[in-house]
């Protein structure tokens, strides 16, 4: 499968720290990738290089063939972003947001279509200020397609979400892979990462310790030996909480 991002060697040092420590990995087309790791393990710092949000230090990365160092403008063009805390100006609708965000890029689009996408075609005449935390996350996201980029990042789409808003957003992303285009990710939820990525990188210390997809990292683990005590179940916490209150967003 095509190779839509490179990232060969790249490294980030701010002090005497050397936050990403000489990294290499590539990421398909239309593939979920998660990048996983302990706070300060460099995640947040590889996306900023990759988004051209900071200056890469040595290395080189390649987003559908441009090297992001070299033609940032382009690149721009050419990813989506959603940060950890959304914001947006007061007092604007969500229409207006769309609008102005496609403008931003000189783009036309249906902005009623984009909100229904994301199940906010109800709230589009609404201040972005009386949404919910999941509703402003699923705002980010449609905003950040407007431009229908290539490549999209995500930094810990749901923390502080409630199961169902989290779900939800799940679904969102994977229909997102599913359109052809390149995710990647960041989050403390493993589960997470299980469910939605095709292939997750390990961070630790600014460096890569694993790459590969969830089931055979697990696999690799059982193979050195590791064991405890567990019984499976089919179902979990999660799921009781959602059978029990509904599978449906609870807008306010």
């Known amino acids: 499968m095509q190779a839509m991002i490179e990232v060969s060697n790249l490294r980030k040092r701010y002090g005497d720290k050397q936050a ?15 990048i996983l790791g302990p706070n300060g393990a460099g995640k947040t710092t590889t996306l900023e290089m990759m988004e051209t949000l900071r200056p890469i230090d040595d290395g080189r990365v390649f987003i559908d063939g ?3 160092a070299e033609q940032p403008d382009k690149i721009k063009y050419l990813i989506g972003v959603q940060p950890q805390s959304p914001a947006f100006q007061d007092k604007t609708r969500l229409t207006e947001v769309i609008e102005m965000f496609a403008a931003a890029y000189g783009e036309k689009v249906d902005v009623m279509q984009f909100l229904r996408d994301v199940d906010l075609e109800e709230k589009a005449h609404n201040y972005v200020e009386d949404l919910s935390g999941g509703q402003k ?6 905003t950040a397609l407007v431009h229908g980029p290539k490549v999209f990042f995500l930094d810990e789409p749901t923390t502080g979400l409630d199961p169902q808003a989290r779900r939800n957003l799940w679904e969102l992303i ?10 990647i990710m960041t989050t403390h939820y493993l589960d997470e990462a299980e469910v939605l990525c095709d292939r997750i990188a390990i961070m ?9 997809t969830p089931k055979n990292l697990i696999k690799q683990l059982l193979k050195r030996g590791f064991h405890k005590d567990q019984h499976v179940e089919q179902a979990n916490l999660e799921d009781v909480f959602i059978d029990l209150t509904g599978k449906g967003l609870r807008e306010e």
């Open 204 to 212: 630790d210390n600014g460096q890569i310790v694993a790459i590969d």
């Open 66 to 68: 441009i090297n992001v």
């Open 20 to 34: 990403v420590d000489g990294i290499s990995f590539e990421v398909k087309k239309g593939e979920i990738f998660g």
């Open 137 to 142: 996350q699923r705002l980010s996201i449609t």
């Open 174 to 183: 994977k229909q997102v892979r599913d359109r052809g285009i390149s995710v």
